[in-house]
């Protein structure tokens, strides 16, 4: 991609000003898409606000001072998305970047050692038969065949180990991350499995019962959410 890119034309789920200025910072390829991830200058500079401008922030960047998922970034073009930790070591500061009821990314504040949810989107056979877990960040690891497409990992952060399983079926919790019913989040009551070319849907359940788009379900918890939820 380009370094920048103009502000009207980016991502509606970057919670930047569209005519503060013509341009912004341009993120690189990398584990998120551009819908569901923000250069970690912005992260910075627009939601953090520790920067004054995009230089002060380009420094703290440099400088090592952002992790991403228990790893230095020191590239402010760096794209970090949905689900990720992102911790300030100085202040002591974590949190995991979510989407708001308007589809726009938001910073939720975390504990320490918050581990990271990683929903499985598909899975494939390597070298010597291991089993491949590909995830929604773009990143992999080798499991066992236990795990089903769109079940959620718990990860350990930054050795990226499996330290629970939470399956994708009826009971269990879900925080939807994509239409018109992003942020919220309900019990899923069914799967229903669409002939054809059509997507599947799931029917959840919170104050009131609604079916979305399976794409847009991300398994949180069993009987009680994973995450730290703040309505």
Not at 47 to 75: F, P, Q, T, Y
Not at 91 to 111: M, P, T, W
Not at 117 to 130: M, P, S
């Amino acid at each position: 991609m380009g370094r920048h890119q103009k502000r009207i034309s980016a991502p509606t789920s970057w919670p930047i000003q569209k005519k503060m200025n013509k341009w912004v910072v341009g993120a690189n390829a990398g584990s998120h898409s551009m819908e569901t991830g923000i250069p970690l200058l912005l992260v910075v500079r627009d939601m953090l606000k520790i920067a004054n401008n995009a230089r002060e922030a380009r420094k703290i960047i440099h400088d090592g001072s952002i992790l991403v998922d228990g790893v230095a970034r020191k590239d402010y073009k760096y794209i970090t998305g949905l689900f990720d930790i992102i911790s300030i070591p100085a202040f002591d500061e974590h949190y995991r970047v979510l989407l708001d009821s308007r589809n726009r990314l938001k910073l939720q504040k975390e504990d320490a050692g918050a581990l990271k949810l990683c929903r499985i989107n598909n899975k494939t056979i390597v070298k010597n038969g291991a089993v491949q877990l590909n995830l929604h960040d773009g990143s992999n690891i080798i499991a066992s065949n236990d795990y089903k497409a769109f079940d959620t990992v718990m990860l350990s952060t930054p050795d990226k180990k499996i330290t629970r399983h939470i399956q994708r079926t009826a009971g269990n919790l879900a925080m939807i991350v994509g239409g018109k019913h992003s942020g919220e989040i309900g019990t899923i009551k069914h799967i229903r499995k669409v002939a054809g070319s059509g997507k599947n849907m799931i029917g959840m359940s919170n104050d009131r019962e609604f079916e979305t788009i399976a794409d847009y379900v991300f398994v949180i918890g069993e009987s009680t959410p994973e995450i730290r939820v703040v309505k």
